[in-house]
């Protein structure tokens, strides 16, 4: 084979070992040295299956069915157990997802360096080894003298972490290297930095990275070439630009038409459905449930990939066709009536046992206005967000709903203005009760109210209808349903005590882009019907534009720049935004 | 770095101390205070009046509760532990030996459990659901669910009475001989002791085993490359003993109080049967004061666990002050 080829993946398939069924199947991926493929796809799609699967390493329950993978010349599934040992960490090395829970915590950041070598005898002395660590952390832009590397993982930052990953994954020149979505969970001016030594290193060392996300913006900002799957099978492939200019499987054309980006203002679309777990995948083209394009050959074998183009091909039998057919296109721009301020914050300041962590915060959000609160970790977001919602103890100050001043904590107010602001939690998974059907759950509030069974009932499926599920939605239990599900339960849970103002924490950062899209539509389309006003507090700033009227930004506890959303991030004034806006990768920047 | 952690080691040692004197406080109360009579105890129900006073008097019992409560611990802290009332001979002559037996007992019992259970929980951990793992398990389910005297009949029936005749069924020491002067009469005691806390210990190891070897970190560690052994030694190990310190402790000290039903059954002449009796005659000094040791076991091993789980998780570690 020819040298310039790093990574070779032939004819992949990885099943559930219990079951037969496939999780990834017909995957067929080639990376030369110095490049990046970007691999994207949703959860569940099956990228970091076969991203382990380029270490011949598959987790308990899963294993390989055929296929060959090429790290430079050696084969890497054939190998017998003390031989893929070997090759791990030498020839292919990984950088897992997230840094925080990937290094030993027992363990002082310079030993698990230091063993990388050790394990492959790499150096010679442990002189050569130590110098060759202290190369690294330059490489990565961290010191690396004796007493940084006696630190322990709790010692560093998440972005500091991430980068002694990336030492410990360069530090034996490996010629293939695994990325899991290794930026996920870093705040963007961290992303920004890292994504920036990967890319330095892939191209110094002629490393072929396998780059792994959801992010399509990432990709776009980093990555050579990009194969998109779906259901365990790559749908399509080929050059970045190629693939985000003209996508020709309608999936990839739904991903990037949901896909939010800073630099221009979109409206995002989301796509009904799901895919499905192994095992209940239909036959034929697994997206064809939910293609507008489908037809009856769809659903009879899994299309072949046709070449579109010279470095473009889809698995699609109308991929010629795609682009003229599907015309994404949002719904018209509708005049948004704002009124009178429902929430008023001012001079709030707030901390935690004695510390303060926002200096003197004003808000005001109107009738049907959407503000966004946006900022990094630890800016002190959430923390105003909570104490609007009455639920952080520690604040000075004033917040007053229709001009009545609020008291500190939910259960000291009166019982109007309790349900007049409600909440919808970060984590779907976590802030509904796994032993109470989604119907018990919406209904609470109302139980409390005192409203008798047939109210409340009728009450349920109101708001099951107002949020897009159909009734008998009321008598499942939250773990039958999918994250985009729950999220949906969870703002009918809030909507069901008919509030005036919903608070959303991060409400759409565990779930991916296409059901992203969609609950951003449904918070639009809810605030203009019920006149809602409602704080969207992200860290995802290219979303503010799809969504928010007003932003506020925030940084170390403080307001830094407030403003209609489209000013705000089209024309930033402050040095922090212009700095934040900067960081954040962009389809649209990096095609032009 | 080091002087941070005497320190936390010193504030440990002043909080069980202070624990030990409320522990002193209850069990005067509770023994002293309690209407029983230790005269008419000794002397029986046809004592006359006088003889009884007299005796009374003798004990200090005819004195306030405080003033014997002060008499008492300054006692206890100046060495002088009293007097047996139903031996009449010093406290410290008499439970000395025998606390040294039940230490050296304890002792055995400790240091062969707790590596065994570690090795067992970290084996069956490693081959999770395999025939180790499920023999393992039902076993120590089985063995956790038999009370000491239980295992301990049943160790008799077999090694020393009905199957085999092995090994003694009672210890045959001297009080104030060395215990390990008696090697087979050890035997059957401290294997009844080492059943008795070994499967539960291994459950919990299983349990901290398996949940690190799931984490992110033991996955990281063999994708780099380390081999088998560096990853359960190195990388697994040192996450799962500190919960597992815990748990070791609380048994250790639950085993100085399962002693004395062991010590019993196989007539061992330690704190437990000396403790047994005691309470059948009132010897009041005698409870008092070995209450106080059990107690203090318990204080000792758990001071060493908090311990323990510090040194060994750097995050705790590095959090001192």
Redesign the interface.
């Known amino acids: 084979m020819s040298s310039a080829s790093g990574l070779r993946i032939i004819d992949l398939r990885l099943n559930v070992a219990a079951t037969g069924n496939d999780i990834v199947d017909g995957v067929n991926l080639t990376i030369k040295k110095g490049r990046v493929l970007g691999l994207v796809g949703e959860s569940g799609s099956g990228k970091t299956t076969v991203g382990l699967a380029v270490l011949s390493h598959a987790r308990r329950g899963v294993e390989v069915a055929h296929g060959q993978i090429f790290c430079g010349d050696t084969e890497v599934l054939g190998l017998d157990a003390e031989a893929k040992r070997k090759i791990r960490g030498e020839l292919v090395s990984y950088v897992p997802q997230d840094p925080a829970s990937s290094l030993n915590p027992a363990l002082r950041i310079g030993l698990q360096l230091i063993e990388v070598l050790e394990a492959h005898d790499f150096g010679g002395s442990h002189e050569a080894r130590k110098a060759r660590i202290k190369e690294m952390m330059t490489e990565v832009l961290l010191p690396g003298d004796d007493e940084y590397l006696e630190r322990y993982p709790h010692q560093l930052s998440g972005g500091q972490q991430q980068r002694v990953g990336l030492a410990m994954a360069f530090a034996c020149r490996p010629s293939v290297i695994v990325l899991d979505e290794p930026t996920t969970g870093l705040d963007v001016s961290t992303q920004e930095h890292v994504l920036k030594t990967i890319r330095q290193l892939t191209r110094d060392h002629g490393v072929a990275a396998l780059y792994i996300t959801h992010d399509l913006a990432v990709i776009a900002d980093l990555a050579d070439d990009v194969a998109v799957m779906y259901s365990g099978r790559v749908v399509e492939q080929g050059e970045v630009a190629e693939i985000f200019k003209n996508p020709a499987h309608p999936y990839t054309r739904h991903l990037v038409a949901a896909a939010p980006d800073i630099a221009g203002k979109k409206a995002i679309i989301g796509l009904a459905g799901r895919a499905q777990s192994p095992g209940k995948r239909p036959v034929g083209c697994a997206f064809a449930p939910r293609c507008e394009l489908v037809e009856d050959a769809c659903r009879v074998e899994f299309p072949a990939m046709v070449s579109v183009s010279t470095r473009h091909d889809a698995a699609c039998i109308k991929a010629t066709q795609v682009a003229s057919v599907i015309v994404s296109s949002a719904k018209p721009e509708s005049t948004r009536k704002i009124g009178e301020p429902v929430i008023e914050v001012s001079a709030v300041s707030a901390g935690y046992s004695g510390d303060t962590v926002v200096h003197d915060v004003s808000l005001t959000i109107r009738k049907g206005e959407c503000l966004a609160l946006v900022g990094e970790s630890g800016s002190g977001k959430t923390t105003v967000s909570r104490a609007i919602g009455g639920l952080h103890r520690e604040w000075t100050g004033s917040i007053r709903l229709n001009g009545r001043e609020l008291k500190t904590m939910a259960r000291q107010r009166a019982v109007a203005d309790r349900l007049a602001i409600q909440y919808v939690f970060q984590n779907p998974y976590g802030s509904l009760n796994p032993r109470r059907t989604v119907g018990d759950s919406i209904v609470r509030p109302l139980v409390i109210d005192g409203k008798s069974k047939d109210d409340a009932r009728r009450a349920v499926l109101e708001v099951l209808d107002k949020v897009s599920l159909p009734g008998s939605y009321a008598n499942k239990y939250p773990d039958q349903l999918s994250g985009g599900e729950r999220q949906r339960i969870a703002i009918a849970r809030a909507l069901v005590s008919e509030p005036e103002v919903l608070v959303c924490d991060e409400v759409t950062s565990a779930l991916d882009v296409l059901v992203q899209a969609a609950i951003v539509d449904l918070l639009s389309d809810l605030r203009r019907q019920l006149g809602l006003a409602m704080l969207f507090v992200t860290h995802n700033l290219p979303l503010v534009r799809s969504i928010a009227d007003e932003v506020a930004v925030m940084s170390e506890g403080r307001i830094v720049e407030v403003g209609p959303s489209e000013s705000v991030i089209g024309n930033p004034q402050q040095q922090y935004t212009q700095s934040l806006i900067l960081a954040t990768p962009s389809i649209e920047r990096s095609m032009r | 770095m080091k002087a941070s952690i005497l320190r936390f080691v010193l504030k440990r040692i002043a909080l069980g101390l202070l624990t030990l004197f409320v522990v002193s406080l209850l069990i005067f109360a509770v023994t002293q205070a309690l209407p029983a009579d230790p005269a008419e105890a000794i002397l029986g129900r046809e004592a006359t009046p006088e003889a009884l006073a007299e005796l009374r008097a003798e004990f200090g019992l005819d004195k306030p509760i405080v003033a014997q409560y002060t008499n008492w611990l300054t006692g206890v802290l100046s060495g002088d532990l009293g007097t047996s009332y139903a031996t009449s001979t010093p406290i410290g002559e008499y439970i000395g030996p025998r606390v040294s037996a039940s230490f050296f007992l304890l002792l055995i019992a400790a240091v062969g459990s707790i590596p065994l259970s570690i090795v067992i929980g970290a084996n069956a951990a490693l081959r999770r659901d395999h025939k180790f793992d499920t023999t393992s398990s039902l076993v120590s389910l089985i063995l956790a669910a038999m009370p000491e005297f239980v295992v301990g009949t049943i160790l008799t029936i077999i090694f020393s009475t009905t199957i085999w005749q092995l090994l003694p069924a009672v210890t045959y020491l001297e009080v104030g001989a060395p215990p390990w002067s008696d090697v087979k009469g050890l035997t059957l005691p401290v294997l009844t002791l080492l059943i008795s806390v070994t499967p539960y210990v291994s459950r919990v190891m299983r349990a901290a085993m398996v949940e690190v070897l799931e984490?992110?970190?033991i996955?990281?560690?063999?994708?780099?490359?380390?081999?088998e052994r560096?990853v359960l030694w190195?990388?697994a190990m040192?996450?799962a003993v500190g919960p597992a310190f815990q748990v070791i402790a609380l048994n250790l000290a639950y085993l100085a109080g399962g002693v004395i039903i062991v010590e019993r059954l196989f007539n061992f002449p330690g704190i437990g049967s000396a403790l047994a009796d005691a309470v059948r005659s009132r010897d009041l000094p005698v409870i008092q004061f070995l209450a106080l040791i059990i107690a203090g076991v318990y204080v000792l091993t758990n001071l060493l666990a908090d311990v323990g789980t510090v040194l060994?998780?750097?995050?705790l570690r590095?959090r001192l002050k």
Not at chain 2, 219 to 227: F, S, V
Not at chain 2, 312 to 315: E, G, I
């Open positions: 984490s992110d970190y996955e990281m560690a063999r994708l780099k490359g380390m081999n560096t190195r990388h040192p996450n060994v998780t750097p995050r590095t």
